[in-house]
């Protein structure tokens, strides 16, 4: 420093400075910033014309096209996306699977290979299914992390849509921690339960074919006993183990207090597409942890949630295999009763930091976590969702089904509490 | 025992009237009604596949390949016609159909559905081929056969051959015939309006010594190519696609140039092709990319070891099977090579995707080793080992490794 004047120091201290600020939002570009939800994220697809045009006219089909990402100016190419969804796919408004090793294997962005743009388009709110992971993950329970973005698809409004982590090895290993090695625990079976028709847990007999309703999305190339043998063994012990082993020999195959947690958060949310759906099971992956045959649900595609504040507690419970033996051990059926009251404090749960009394110093009501978190993100998408021309329903309609959000969010717990007393005293 | 099957069926087709007349030829049927002709044609091809060949990379077994049933003619002197059909093949049965008018020799007109005159493998018969495949560029680069008009003829006492014509599409080779992974399928055609042309020039034609048996060739073809996932496709021998087509429009533009040489015993042959297929307005966003390029070569040779003439004497071995000697035999070498990539980098890293400015280059580096057995005029089998090399692992039809063999037994009898 020597010889340096003052001002050529100050100079030089600026110039530093600000090549310090100028790298700071690269530095924090990350996957937790892609899907901070306290923004709208931005997100600008190229493609070619044609291939959109016909993306939206194949909408039914997986047809992969060429496609370049841009978020805060990172711009990823040779990305693949295609339509995806099950009820939910539009011709005009088309959900899509974003991958970033479809067309070269080892890409990746932010560290992810692949996330969803869901279009929102059975949700009228566009909360419900944000909401439902976020109260996922709040309660302890595995969920993909969503965020709200504007899509532009070559410099073109399309939506708003939302992003959501794809439930993949990255997702596993982030949120089911280590193995029994100490490594990520990342490398076992994942499943995707593809509802194909009204099952409930049955045993489907010997044939493993049957269990290819659960689509492996994970070793794939592994022999059929390898990945469905053990789920068939499960199913069988499930539907076949006397009730007396039935704690003992299930547990082997599933954390039957996990289950009776992921059933009871799914019934708070009023889920009525779940794993127990009014059609049968639906929307969740299974995942079977490695050197091991214990298997746990994830929560997946949450858009039917919030189906009504009076959503009985014990709903289809009785209809579903797993559930109704599970919960018919006591021990289980108080884990899932704790659970929802678990669940009916934690949306009721006032901010901390709220005065508790109004100036008078009278306590005043204060809206729980739920509604807070409904409101939050209403006031960051409203006048973004009532642009978007292409969802298929109006303002009205929108404005109608967060009134209804809200209303859940502040009748849900006291209904859920009454209930489980009552489920109690029986 | 697959291959004694094969011998078997090889001494069931020898014709025994052979032997019976060793010095009698057997031109191919035919019947004269004045100034009208019809000959008759029947020629098979029957393949063993099997050596080291693995699947993707070929299927193993027997495959009756081709049989072609054709008559051909004359109707008065100057009107030629041929009708040529592929009894194996239900959705493209028919090969050659046209009518030739031949008063003027330096300018005959041709019409109906015949060769596009483009590469002098293609041009040439498979069943004169030394080889049981053409060469790759020969197969997939060269257009094949289409529906139009041509102008053809000789000039300067024969040194000069020419074709110029008008072809509806861009011939039977690039069409797409199976479904796409994309589920592409193509209904029609996708080049419309080509027009090619060939030169051959044999300039010592009329000269004695080696030089005579030397023909060069230059051939271009241009066609209007529509838009969609239409580029050409690289596969292997066996049939493997090592580059998947890219989205094109615009203009596939055809050059190629040849030289054979057939001096005795031996033969030298070998071509050059080039496909350009432009990309307007078929980037991400619709910016025009730079074009795709297929390109290709091989050199072969052949050694009549019996010691016949290749142009116009192997195919007739001197000792006939059964007529006291052993047949013909000639031994063959064709080093050839195939690649695709784009005519410049579009500013971007290489990549595969269909759209990628910059194509991600791939190549099939093919050495075939073949030994043909000349039974007699009519039958002959041909033993080929083919060694390929792909350039890109990723691409390459056998997951641990970019080289591998490729045997095929043809047994091919014709009149």
Known sequence: ?426 | MRLAVLCACVLMLLPRAAAAQPEVRFPPPSFRAGEFRIDFRARFHLDFRGLDAEEPVAPEGFVFRRARVAIEGRIYDDLEYELDRDLRDDKRPWRDVFLNYRKFRAAEVQGGKFKVPFSLDQLTSVFSNSFVSRSLIGTQLAPGRDRGVMVHGRLAGDRVRYRGGWFKHDGDNTLFTEELEQNEFVEEPPVNNTIAGRVDLTPWEQTKGLRRRLQIGINATSGELDDGLFGMRGRTVGGYTFFAPMYVGGRRMRFGMDGLWTPGPFSVVAEYNRVTDQRNRQGLGDVDLPDVIAEGWYLAGTWALTGERKSGGIDRPRHPIFQGGAGGVEIAARFEEMRFSSAGTGGEDPFTNPRAANILPNRDRAITLGVNWYLNEFARVLFNAVRETIQDPVRSPLADRTRFWTGVVRLQFGM
Do not use: C
């Not at chain 1, 028709?197 to 006993?225: C, H, M, P, Q, V």
């Open chain 1, 1 to 426: 420093m020597k010889g340096l004047s003052a001002a050529a120091f100050g100079v030089r201290a600026v110039l530093i400075i600000a090549a310090l600020l100028i790298t700071r939002p690269a530095a924090a570009q990350s996957m937790e910033e892609f899907f901070d939800d306290t923004a709208v994220q931005e997100i600008r697809l190229t493609l070619n014309s044609k291939d959109w045009e016909s993306l939206k006219q194949n909408y039914k089909e997986n047809i992969y096209y060429p496609t370049a990402l841009a978020w805060k100016g990172v711009t990823v190419r040779n990305v693949g996306i295609r339509s995806r969804g099950l009820g939910s796919r539009s011709p005009r408004k088309p959900g899509l699977r974003v991958d970033m090793d479809y067309y070269t294997a080892s890409q990746t962005f932010l560290g992810m290979k692949s996330f969803v743009l869901d279009n929102l388009t059975q949700d009228r709110s566009m909360l419900r299914e944000w909401l439902s992971m976020a109260f996922f993950r709040r309660l302890g329970l595995p969920a993909p992390r969503e965020a709200f973005a504007r899509l532009f698809v070559n410099d073109t409004f399309v939506g708003v849509y939302a992003l959501v982590e794809a439930i993949d090895k990255a997702y596993l290993g982030r949120s089911l921690g280590q193995d029994n090695h100490g490594g990520t625990e990342n490398d076992g079976y994942l499943f995707e339960y593809g509802y194909i028709k009204n099952y409930r847990f049955e045993y489907l007999g010997s044939n493993l074919n049957e269990y290819k309703i659960f689509k492996a999305k994970t070793r794939e190339k592994e022999a059929d006993a390898q990945i469905w043998g053990p789920l068939e063994a499960a199913v069988k012990a499930i539907n076949e183990t006397p009730d007396n082993n039935f704690n003992r020999d299930v547990s082997d195959y599933f954390d039957l207090s996990k289950v009776a947690r992921h059933l009871a958060i799914e019934n708070f949310l009023a889920e009525d597409d779940g794993v127990l759906g009014y059609a049968g099971m639906n929307n969740f992956y299974l995942y079977r942890f490695e050197d091991s045959k214990k298997m746990q649900f994830l929560a997946w595609d949450k858009d039917n949630t919030f189906h009504s504040v009076d959503f009985d507690i014990m709903k289809r419970i009785s209809e579903n295999v797993l559930a109704k033996r599970t919960l018919g051990l006591s021990q289980y059926k108080n884990e899932y009763l704790n659970t929802l009251l678990d669940a009916a404090a934690s949306a009721m749960e006032p901010d901390p930091e709220a005065d508790k009394n109004d100036k008078n110093g009278k306590p005043v009501s204060l809206p729980g976590w739920m509604e807070r978190e409904i409101l939050r993100q209403y006031n960051l998408i409203r006048s973004l969702a009532r642009s978007d021309e292409f969802k298929p329903y109006n303002n009205d309609e929108f404005e109608e089904s967060i009134q209804g959000l809200l209303t859940f969010a502040r009748e849900r717990a006291a209904y859920v509490k009454d209930h489980v007393a009552e489920e109690r005293r029986r």
